[in-house]
């Protein structure tokens, strides 16, 4: 199980109570900290090798990849001969995601869970110099 998995199931199973449950909150929230931060980094990086996209974090299967504009274009013309509606609508609304995001200040994430699909824009903290020079090239 990956760092991540576990994070998420010591925070959905905790069994202590008083200062130890207290002292566990602080370790999680430190851990989630530090893997929130590896993801943004993984995204930034992502965007300056493909350009705009997200990063896909799917919990259902354990598997992290960069998807780039490019490639959820072509996702969604295959998802449109197969007429895989469920596939499609993920697809476009990544894509609108992507369309809309502020990319001098943000790096997108999408996760994909058993409890549905959801894309949140995540503010690149003292990254946000190397977005701005991004956008810059994306902008011309």
């Known amino acids: ?3 991540r ?3 998420l199931q010591q925070l959905l199973q905790s069994d202590k109570f008083g200062e130890e449950k207290s002292n566990e909150q ?3 929230a430190a851990t989630a900290e530090l893997i929130l931060t590896d993801l943004i980094d993984i995204a930034i990086r992502g965007v300056t090798q493909r350009g705009a996209g997200t990063l ?6 354990d598997s992290t990849t960069f998807m780039s504009g ?3 274009e072509g996702d969604i013309l295959v998802a449109e001969s197969e007429r895989d509606e469920e596939v499609l609508k993920f697809l ?3 894509m609108e995601e992507i369309d809309s995001n502020d990319w001098s200040k943000n790096v997108l ?3 994909i869970s058993d409890a549905g699909t959801r894309t949140f824009a995540l503010e690149a903290g003292g990254s946000q110099e190397s977005l701005r020079a991004i956008t810059e090239e994306f902008s011309g």
Do not use: G, I, Y
């Not at 896909?56 to 299967?61: K, P």
């Open 1 to 3: 199980m990956s760092r």
């Open 92 to 94: 476009r609304d990544v």
């Open 70 to 72: 490019s490639d959820v």
């Open 109 to 111: 994430v999408t996760l």
């Open 26 to 28: 602080k370790f999680l």
């Open 5 to 7: 998995s576990d994070l």
């Open 56 to 61: 896909v974090v799917n919990l259902q299967n």
